[in-house]
Nanobody
Framework: QVQLVESGGGSVQAGGSLRLSCAAS????????VGWFRQAPGKEREGVAA????????YYADSVKGRFTISRDNAKNTAYLQMNNLKPEDTAMYYC????????????????????WGQGTQVTVSS
């Protein structure tokens, strides 16, 4: 059974940092592109970042470019999202997801294209 589990969320003040983790089990993790998404109350789910199966290619939404870094350690079946210089508008539930359709599909960060999802971890940034 495929399972993705996020962790690392919490409450921080503006300008602070958090590192989210996404641990995978039940399948060959290194075959999948991984994406991070977020959803704030009353808003659409937004794709934040994506990383190719081998980790050599990454993509960021403009809203987080230069502040967030996506990475992965396939030996540990884990992906990460390092979030620096957090802003109140970054407050949301953050989800990781895995996509087996290939990099060009993955980097488009369309929710419907992702096969597996975690349960989410809450990030709250106060001003």
């Amino acid at each position: 059974q495929v399972q993705l589990v996020e962790s690392g969320g919490g409450s921080v003040q503006a300008g602070g940092s958090l590192r989210l983790s996404c641990a995978a089990s039940g399948y060959t993790y290194s075959y999948n592109c991984v994406g991070w998404f977020r959803q704030a109350p009353g808003k659409e789910r937004e794709g934040v970042a994506a990383i190719s199966p081998g980790g050599g290619s990454t993509y960021y939404a403009d809203s987080v470019k230069g502040r967030f870094t996506i990475s992965r350690d396939n030996a540990k079946n884990t992906a990460y999202l390092q979030m620096n210089n957090l802003k109140p508008e970054d407050t949301a539930m953050y989800y990781c997801a895995a996509d087996s359709a290939g990099w060009f599909s993955c980097r488009a960060l369309r929710s419907a294209a992702f096969d597996y999802w975690g349960q989410g971890t809450q990030v709250t940034v106060s001003s």
